[in-house]
């Protein structure tokens, strides 16, 4: 929408992509602004807010008591009488607290209103395991709230995806979460600095692929390249796609690859069972069941909690060694 | 009321054991010997060690995010606590929950707790359970000035005090919620005012004096022992340490000398001058009893280093209980 002819592209940290849009967001719409715990004075826990009650002060960036219901309810009541909220909620872990007011209200009062509301609503957390901070601290929820009809859901994989789905996020009339992971937020990219959006609903082709089509969302996005490397060594020729949204999810691009490439994997670092992967495998294979040569794979964490010790959250985080071997077990069992 | 030479002993044992166990595992997570985040209960001593000398193991408490303290003032193991905090089978969560869900459920401590305002909701089924089960038992919640914010607590409160449950809801008001301050979270200055909302008596007590905590949580326990109900128990308390890990000094949401301004009335030095000027411990001794928790700490670091991680395996048990346990 706002992409300038020559975007000037610096690289930025996902903290600090995420920093900048919000600014810029601000700055674009009067009627942006975002609430949640210590997001003002201090700047967040993660330092995404960081410099903004100083340009937009304290009515714009507000601090909130520890009081996720009503932190979600002021902004659904905001976004409902003409306001374009952003609500942070720590840690995705916290999305618990404030289920009634996301679950039965928001996501819904369009619909049962015959259409009349319009909650232009941007949610915006936390996710993901890796750093021991155990089972309160570390989920990745995001397949119960794509089960909500009502929501969008995004979960960037990169700085630049961070930025980009962000501003899409903010400027959709609909309520929209944002999951971000935790572990990407050191993680560096080429961002440009004018505000740009990524369309919501559209996939990204991130690795274009012949013979292997692997979906994956968050953190796996880079953990499927790293394995689609090691995976070349063996002549395999794989595709890795990033929904970027998950709710919508982009059908038509994954089962285009997949026609393709007639085999398809799904990586998430969520738990498996009931994840988000098991929808995009029953929509591969409803889509696309004659052209598969092999059942749809998926990586995602073991039917556990998170653990808190180093040695158990190794066993139980999904990356780059996994996939390979899924995609050569997978391989292995071809018609 | 007269506390006996005894208890006042004892409170100052349990003060300076939490102390010392609490700098020891702060010096720790900086050297990056043990993973995660440590919410440290410096500075607060005097509450925990002013409730916990009146419970016994069958009363049961609930914690927080800063929990150490709660668990090394009930009697805790501290070499299954340390070897928790380094992620060690040894553990008392066999390494899996870490310091925000250390717990020794046959001391009644049920569980430190990641989520604020966990608590209260908590212990009042465990209240509810000591009155079924025709017990005396006493259920202790602790809880922040920040956590009184969330939703769970109020409900809890008014459930409380509507079925009379034996529990004590102890605020640990310690003047922030992560980094704000409290004026800047609610607006009322006593959390204790809240009480009379629900039906329950509401008092507040200098959170740094073991012995003002001491006799007014008495009160509060023998009145929800007896069946009267539960008392909201604010303890005007500070922080010395950072949100999480030692650093105190020099951060953006406060000032220095209000840091010093508190420390001053240094919960355990308190008490040391008390004890000493009634008789009842010379310099000598205290610092005794410091060395003596100092080698019982570094006795448990040693302890929890020593010990082996969980096994891979040890990730799919102890999700469900089976027949087997
Ligand atoms: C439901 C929930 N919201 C937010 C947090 C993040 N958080 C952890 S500790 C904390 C501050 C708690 O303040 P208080 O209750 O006063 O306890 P204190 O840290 O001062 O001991 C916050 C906001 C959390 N763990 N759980």
């Known amino acids: ?335 | 009321m007269e506390i006996s030479r005894e208890t006042l002993l004892d409170m100052h044992r349990r003060m300076v054991r939490i102390r010392t166990f609490e700098e020891e595992a702060g010096k720790l997570m900086e050297s990056g010997k043990v993973p995660g985040a440590l919410h440290l209960y410096v500075g607060e001593e005097a509450v925990a060690a002013g409730v916990m000398t009146h419970l016994r193991d069958q009363d049961q408490i609930t914690s927080t995010h800063r929990g150490h303290g709660h668990l090394v003032a009930k009697g805790g193991d501290l070499k299954k606590m340390y070897a928790e905090l380094y992620g060690r089978v040894t553990g008392y969560c066999k390494g899996k929950g870490g310091s925000m869900h250390i717990c020794d459920l046959d001391l009644g401590m049920l569980g430190a707790n990641g989520i604020v305002g966990a608590g209260p909701v908590i212990a009042i089924g465990a209240a509810f359970s000591n009155r079924y089960r025709k017990t005396d038992n006493v259920t202790v919640c602790f809880f922040g000035d920040g956590a009184s914010n969330e939703g769970t607590f109020h409900e809890a409160a008014n459930m409380a005090a509507l079925y009379k449950l034996p529990v004590v809801f102890v605020c640990e008001n310690n003047g922030f919620g992560e980094f704000t301050r409290q004026e800047r979270h609610q607006a009322v200055h006593d959390i204790a005012d809240r009480a009379a909302g629900y039906g329950m008596p509401g008092v507040i007590v200098d959170g740094m004096d073991a012995i003002a905590v001491h006799e007014a949580a008495g009160e509060a326990i023998a009145r929800a022992r007896r069946g009267l109900g539960p008392t909201l128990l604010e303890c005007k308390t500070y922080r010395y340490f950072d949100h999480v890990g030692v650093r105190g000094m020099g951060v953006i949401y406060r000032d220095d000398s209000e840091v010093l301004e508190w420390r001053k009335r240094d919960p355990i030095e308190l008490m040391e001058s008390r004890l000493a000027e009634q008789g009842i411990l010379s310099a000598d001794e205290a610092a005794a009893i410091r060395a003596g928790f100092l080698a019982e700490v570094r006795e448990a670091i040693a302890f929890a280093e020593a010990s082996p991680f969980p096994a891979p395996e040890a990730l799919m048990e102890d999700i469900y209980t089976t027949a087997a346990g």
């Open chain 1, 1 to 335: 929408m706002t992409t300038t002819e020559a975007p000037v592209a610096r690289e930025l940290t996902y903290v600090a992509a995420v920093g900048e849009a919000f600014g810029q967001l601000m700055r674009e719409d009067p009627n942006v602004f975002i609430c949640g715990e210590d997001v003002s004075l201090y700047g967040s826990v993660f330092g995404v807010t960081r410099g903004l009650l100083a340009e937009f002060g304290p009515e714009r960036v507000v601090d909130t008591p520890i009081s996720e219901s009503g932190i979600m309810g002021l902004g659904l009541g905001a976004a409902a009488t003409g306001l374009r909220p952003i609500v942070d909620i720590m840690f995705m872990d916290f999305m618990t607290v404030c289920m009634d007011e996301i679950v039965n209200q928001i996501a819904k009062m369009k619909y049962m209103f015959g259409g009349k509301a319009v909650l232009p609503l941007t949610i915006h957390t936390m996710a993901g395991a890796g750093s021991s901070m155990a089972a309160q601290h570390s989920q990745s929820l995001e397949a119960w709230f794509c089960h909500v009809p009502g929501l969008k859901v995004v979960m960037p994989s990169g700085p630049y995806e961070a930025k980009g789905l962000l501003v899409a996020a903010v400027r959709d009339d609909n309520p929209v979460m944002v999951i971000n992971t935790k572990t990407l937020l050191g993680m560096r990219a080429e961002v440009p600095e004018a505000l740009y959006e990524i369309p919501l609903g559209k996939a990204n082709v991130v690795r274009p692929g012949t013979n292997f089509t692997i979906v994956a969302i968050g953190r796996m996005v880079s953990e499927s390249l790293k394995a689609a490397e090691t995976l070349a060594a063996d002549g395999l020729d794989v595709e890795v796609i990033d929904p970027r949204t998950l709710q919508p999810f982009d059908t038509e691009t994954v089962v285009a690859s997949v026609r393709k490439t007639h085999r398809a994997l799904i990586a998430h670092e969520a738990v498996r069972f009931g994840g988000i992967g098991a929808e995009f495998a029953a929509q591969i294979q409803e889509e696309a069941f004659d052209h598969l040569d092999a059942p749809v794979g998926r990586v995602g964490a073991p039917f556990s909690p998170v653990p808190f010790s180093p040695v158990l959250e190794k066993e139980y985080m999904p990356n780059a060694d996994r996939i390979v071997s899924e995609v050569r077990r997978i391989l292995g069992k071809q018609a």
